[in-house]
């Protein structure tokens, strides 16, 4: 595993305990006052789990499922980051996909951005041998 597929499995990784951890204590000990928010953490934390695993595993079922989960995430960061902006009332609390994750560097409206024009550029480029070698 090496170049991008290695930086964005390790953002991914971080990502996943980031969520994971915030929504876990969130949920844990203040459900009731942001349970939308909270949930969504928890979705977001579960999909970059999902996703930094992807990464790691070289077949054509993992890849396409590195190409929903990151399609997914797109469009949730940017439904839940819209969302905040337009109707900040309706979110009692911050997500992870907040103001298009702002409070996380804006990583999960940047990775899978980058994630996915890796892997169409990998699937047409022929030095991207790691991965056609994995899926073939």
Do not use: K, N
């Not at 902006?85 to 804006?106: E, N």
């Amino acid at each position: 595993m090496t170049g991008p597929i290695r930086v964005f499995a390790v953002a991914y990784g971080i990502l996943a305990l980031a969520a994971g951890a915030r929504s876990i204590t969130q949920i844990a000990t203040r459900l009731h006052e942001a349970p939308l928010a909270y949930a969504l953490s928890a979705v977001a934390a579960g999909l970059y789990l999902v996703i930094a695993i992807a990464l790691r595993r070289h077949t054509r079922r993992w890849r396409q499922i590195l190409l929903v989960g990151c399609s997914l995430e797109l469009a949730w960061v940017l439904a839940v980051g819209t969302a905040t902006i337009a109707q900040p009332h309706a979110f009692a609390d911050a997500t992870v996909w907040s103001h298009y994750g702002a409070g996380y560097a804006f990583l999960p409206l940047l990775l899978p951005i980058l994630t996915l024009v890796w892997l169409v550029r990998g699937r047409y480029r022929s030095g991207a041998a790691e991965w056609q070698a994995g899926c073939a």
